[in-house]
């Protein structure tokens, strides 16, 4: 039961242009979500989170957006840079339970 | 600060044999903990460790052992290895183990079992 979801495996984008990966979620409980970066034969790294009483959290490029009725996040990358390329998880939790994760996306940034 | 160091980078076993996964954090951190990675399922919780001397299991124990007897270091025991068990391994520490304290990884050891 995948309980945190990013259905698309892959995303390709042109340098310079916004960048939206998106990740759905089916437990309620979950309340508090974040995003982590990976490079290949690099470990995953944090980028940003954010509170389920909130709805956007930004962060110079990088923008979180949490809709909570639809069980859905969204991570905006404004402008993409190639740097961007990697791969980019979600992760949820839950009051005393362990971070979820989704499958991964792997963003490609085009120059 | 090395961080999160994990040893070895690249391990290629036969089925049944045995080895430990080595990790290591200088951050102080209470906890840490064990993931694999495998394609198309995300990153999965194997075990993890509130502090030392204490360990519980994740969502994929089944045949991996871990032990925590330092703050320190905090090593992956395979018993019997298994071609399943082929996966990209990840050790990684939090100050405090709760979402407010986001996960440092290592740099991974990819695992074959053959």
């Known amino acids: 039961d995948q309980q945190v979801k990013q259905n698309s495996p892959s995303l390709s984008v042109q340098e310079g242009r916004i960048s939206i990966l998106n990740c759905d979620y089916t437990?309620?409980?979950?309340?508090?979500f974040l995003w982590y970066k990976k490079y290949p034969a690099e470990g995953p790294t944090f980028l940003i989170s954010i509170s389920s009483i909130k709805d956007k959290n930004e962060d110079g490029r990088f923008t979180v957006f949490l809709n909570k009725s639809a069980k859905h996040l969204s991570l905006h990358i404004v402008p993409s840079q190639p740097g961007d390329s990697a791969v980019y998880f979600c992760a949820a939790i839950a009051s005393g339970s362990r971070l979820t994760f989704g499958e991964g996306t792997q963003l490609t940034v085009n120059p | 600060n090395a961080g999160v160091t994990q040893t070895p980078k690249f391990q290629v076993l036969k089925t049944g044999q045995s080895m430990t996964l080595q990790c290591a954090q200088d951050?102080?951190?209470?906890?840490m903990s064990w993931y694999r990675q495998d394609p198309g399922m995300g990153l999965r919780l194997i075990h993890y460790?509130?502090?030392?001397?204490?360990?519980d299991q994740g969502e994929v124990p089944n045949g991996y052992n871990v032990s925590r007897s330092t703050t320190e270091d905090f090593p992956l025991r395979l018993l019997s290895a298994a071609p399943s068990q082929t996966s990209v391994y990840f050790c990684?520490?939090?100050?405090?183990?709760?979402?407010?304290?986001?996960?440092?990884f290592g740099n991974g050891t990819r695992l074959t079992v053959t």
């Open positions: 437990n309620s409980m979950f309340d508090y």
């Open positions: 951050m102080n951190h209470e906890y």
């Open positions: 990684a520490s939090s100050f405090s183990g709760t979402a407010y304290s986001p996960l440092h």
């Open positions: 460790s509130v502090g030392a001397g204490i360990t």
